[in-house]
């Protein structure tokens, strides 16, 4: 079965500074979602990749797909102490999407 | 407008005792995902519907895990005889049609702590 792994596991930044979380799939991607979660709460949709080479962008997050590498990375520009929480990746399984599998996620702290 | 709902928010239970959790779609959803998030193992899959055909059960980890989906609407996901295990948080999602390119819109989920 299709895995994802993130890297880092976990992440403390200092505010200002940038940042990259990576996603990395055990098989092919047919398009990668990225969402953000904080405690108590659920996701909170960030941005869909649908093809290779493509890259999206919103406020100061950017996150770009890499089909050949079957990878996909997000990243933060100056971070802010909202930018804080949990990031996952989700990906589906077959070409129909209909169930997702998601990492396990990567824990952002920003400290001011 | 409203977004994806859950309840209960929290339930503490006994091992062995039955438990449901109930969903509410955004209106006009027609397709619905239950997830289970356990500490450090992620997001799990368990079963989706879309409007009136088989559920994809796939993801349900045994057979004490059933889900309905009455009128195309809610949802209710029942674990029968609980174990310490099935201790976790349960998202459901939901989306306007199958597939991947209809964003998944998530509820605030349910706390599930089997004594």
């Known amino acids: 079965s299709q895995e994802l792994e993130q890297s880092p596991q976990s992440l403390i930044v200092q505010e200002g500074k940038n940042l990259t979380i990576n996603c990395t799939s055990s098989?092919?991607?047919?398009?990668l979602y990225w969402y953000k979660q904080k405690y108590g709460e659920g996701l909170i949709f960030l941005m869909m990749?649908?093809?290779?080479?493509e890259e999206k962008s919103h406020e100061k997050i950017t996150a770009k797909l890499d089909e050949k590498k079957q990878q996909s990375s997000l990243h933060i520009t100056a971070s802010q102490p909202s930018h804080a929480g949990i990031y996952l990746c989700g990906a589906a399984q077959n070409q129909a999407g209909t169930a997702l599998i998601f990492g396990k996620g990567t824990t952002l702290s920003v400290s001011s | 407008g409203a977004g994806v709902s859950q309840s209960p928010s929290n339930k503490v239970t006994e091992k062995g005792k039955d438990v449901e959790l109930r969903c509410d779609p955004i209106s006009g959803h027609t397709a619905l995902y239950w997830y289970r998030q356990s500490l450090g193992q992620g997001l799990e899959f368990l079963i989706y519907?879309?409007?009136?055909?088989?559920?994809?059960k796939s993801g349900l980890p045994s057979d004490r895990f059933s889900a309905e989906r009455t009128g195309g609407s809610v949802s209710t996901l029942t674990i029968q005889r609980t174990q310490q295990e099935d201790s976790a948080v349960y998202l459901c999602a939901s989306s306007l049609d199958r597939g991947f390119y209809n964003e998944q819109f998530f509820g605030p989920g349910t706390r599930l702590t089997v004594l």
């Open positions: 519907f879309q409007g009136n055909s088989a559920p994809d």
């Open positions: 990749l649908q093809k290779g080479g």
């Open positions: 098989k092919t991607l047919y398009g």
